[in-house]
């Protein structure tokens, strides 16, 4: 398995002399392990690229203070800059705007990303820690299975989901939710969207329509934390073609490393608001940057 990157580090360090400040050869020869540490952790080349060459420039001619090793402190220079980019506008992170009622949260993904446990998850949440009344439909006119366990985690969690009728497109059922909500009093109302099992026109041409009649407060992009570069991808295209709001990263309690967290947000500029944590509807956390800082130093 993956060596832990401070003990790199020290080891390189420990062969250098110490001086008075970290000159850029040192930081160069560190900056060659975390280089390795990142793509380890599935950072993609170019965000990679760019993260060395900030963290070069701010380390470059630091003070080298008598309490640490030069290695850890350049692994501290390191864990500060992950956390900045991870973190972004930290006002982003676990907040929902869902003022002026009903609210519209329009859910995208691919299928299996956790799209329906996602919705759920953020019901409850909604519904418990911020007293809110909550309906969910399911736009998944391809697969009843869809719309039938949209309906059971409803129950499951005491929240309401809009009746199924049959024969309806997901244009229809939009309007209908948002019609549904405006006359029962709902502070917001979630739509759950189909998923494909990669991006094609017709999810993105249906998506849109929804966006278009239902102007939604957050479009959030639920995506597998553990499919690494392929997360990043969708949330590109999705990103270009309809535009999200933020993004919930599914599987974090998987063994991946969190580096696809480093390259969305890099790439994207979107926030990273949730992490789905299991299976069960209270797995759901606000996304906390210094966690995925750490694992990706491991
Ligand atoms: P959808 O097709 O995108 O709506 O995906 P689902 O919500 O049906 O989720 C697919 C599977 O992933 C289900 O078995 C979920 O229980 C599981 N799942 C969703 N989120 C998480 C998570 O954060 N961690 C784990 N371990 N499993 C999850």
Redo the contacts with the bound molecule.
């Keep these: 398995m993956f060596e832990n990157l401070s003990d790199r580090l020290s080891g390189v360090f420990d062969k250098l002399t110490k001086q008075g400040a970290l000159s850029e050869d040192d930081v160069k020869t560190a900056l060659r392990e975390v280089r390795v540490a990142l793509l380890e952790a599935d950072v993609s080349l170019p965000v990679a690229r760019d993260f060395v060459k900030a963290v070069t420039e701010k380390a470059t001619g630091q003070a080298v203070t008598k309490s640490v090793t030069p290695g850890q402190q350049v692994v501290k220079i390191v864990h500060d800059e992950l956390v900045h980019v991870l973190q972004g506008d930290e006002t982003d992170i676990g907040t929902l705007k869902v003022d002026n009622p009903p609210a519209p949260i329009l859910m995208v993904?691919?299928?299996?990303?956790?799209?329906?446990?996602?919705t759920a998850k953020l019901a409850k949440r909604l519904k418990e820690k911020h007293g809110k009344r909550v309906l969910m439909a399911s736009l998944d006119v391809y697969r009843p299975a869809?719309m039938d366990?949209l309906k059971v985690l409803g129950e499951q969690i005491g929240v309401d989901t809009l009746p199924i009728v049959p024969g309806q497109s997901p244009a229809d059922i939009a309007k209908r939710a948002k019609q549904q909500a405006s006359m029962a009093g709902y502070d917001v109302y979630m739509l759950?969207t189909a998923?494909r099992l990669s991006i094609d026109d017709t999810l993105m041409a249906e998506v849109e329509e929804v966006k278009a009649i239902t102007s939604p407060r957050e479009t959030l992009l639920?995506v597998d934390g553990l499919t690494g570069q392929d997360a990043v991808h969708t949330a590109e295209n999705f990103d270009g073609r309809i535009g999200i709001s933020g993004v919930v990263l599914?599987?974090?309690?998987?063994d991946g490393r969190g580096g696809a967290a480093l390259s969305m947000r890099a790439v994207t500029g979107k926030p990273i608001k949730f992490?789905?944590?299991?299976?069960k509807m209270d797995?759901?956390e606000e996304f906390h940057p210094d966690r995925v800082a750490g694992r990706i130093l491991g």
């Design positions: 993904g691919l299928q299996g990303g956790g799209k329906t446990t996602t869809a366990q759950d998923g639920v599914t599987r974090m309690d998987g992490v789905g944590l299991g299976e797995a759901l």
